[in-house]
């Protein structure tokens, strides 16, 4: 079965954690995008990558890191110095030619 | 920049009713236009797409025109089910430049349908 997937669909984080969100795909494209969405909101873009091994930062970078070791995965970790990190988190791959991007079911990250 | 507007939800309908949601865009080039629909709780879901003016995007009943001369990519339906109940987001990639592939997205639309 083809796609995107999202682990956990469901995390909880104490202030002052770092926490990492898992991104993988099996369509084989290059492209791999991570947004975020706040209740009743657009989505906004964090990071997004290419290739293997070179990510650029999005609109709202400040506070999150990622790492593209492999085409398959493209990790995303909310640090402690994100601000209000409370939001639903969505991961992205990209077809080439079309540029359609092709979304996972998302994480729902919950400060407590 | 590139960026996407959208009609202000929330859009509230009795099944079986006409559907529009206006979305027009300004970005240079020529880019590819999407419409995205979301379900509670979870991920986006492509619903159709344009690459060119003049094209028309499909898929389920809902239909979208690339119209290049007023910068616009509507989605239509003519008879809307509860099961469409969704927020629809409307995107375009960009063409050049720094924007090169990457989506704007407009701030979504909340649609409703009772039976």
């Known amino acids: 079965d083809g796609g995107i997937t999202q682990s956990p669909k469901y995390l909880f984080r104490k202030e002052g954690q770092n926490v990492t969100l898992s991104c993988e795909q099996n369509l084989n494209h290059d492209a791999m995008y991570w947004y975020r969405q706040d209740p009743g909101q657009g989505l906004r873009l964090i990071y997004y990558?290419?290739?293997?091994?070179?990510?650029q930062k999005g609109d709202i970078a400040e506070g999150y890191s990622v790492s593209r070791e492999k085409k398959e995965s493209f990790p995303l970790t909310v640090t402690s110095a994100q601000k209000n990190p409370t939001a639903f988190y969505l991961c992205?791959?990209?077809?080439?030619?079309?540029?359609?991007?092709?979304f996972g079911p998302g994480t729902r990250l919950t400060v407590l | 920049g590139d960026s996407v507007t959208q009609m202000e939800g929330p859009v509230t309908l009795s099944e079986e009713a006409c559907l529009t949601i206006n979305c027009t865009y300004t970005a240079t080039g020529y880019p590819s236009l999407f419409w995205y629909v979301q379900y509670p709780g979870e991920g986006l879901q492509l619903l159709l797409k344009?690459?060119?003016?003049?094209d028309k995007g499909s898929n389920k009943g809902f239909e979208a025109t690339y119209r290049k001369e007023t910068t616009s990519f509507h989605l239509e339906k003519g008879s809307v089910q509860v099961s469409d109940s969704a927020v629809y987001f409307c995107?375009?990639?960009?063409?050049?430049?720094?924007?090169?592939?990457?989506?704007?997205f407009g701030q979504g639309t909340i649609l409703t349908v009772h039976p």
């Open positions: 995107a375009l990639s960009g063409y050049g430049g720094t924007s090169y592939g990457k989506l704007t």
């Open positions: 990558s290419q290739i293997v091994n070179d990510f």
């Open positions: 344009a690459t060119k003016a003049d």
């Open positions: 992205a791959a990209q077809e080439p030619i079309t540029d359609t991007q092709y």
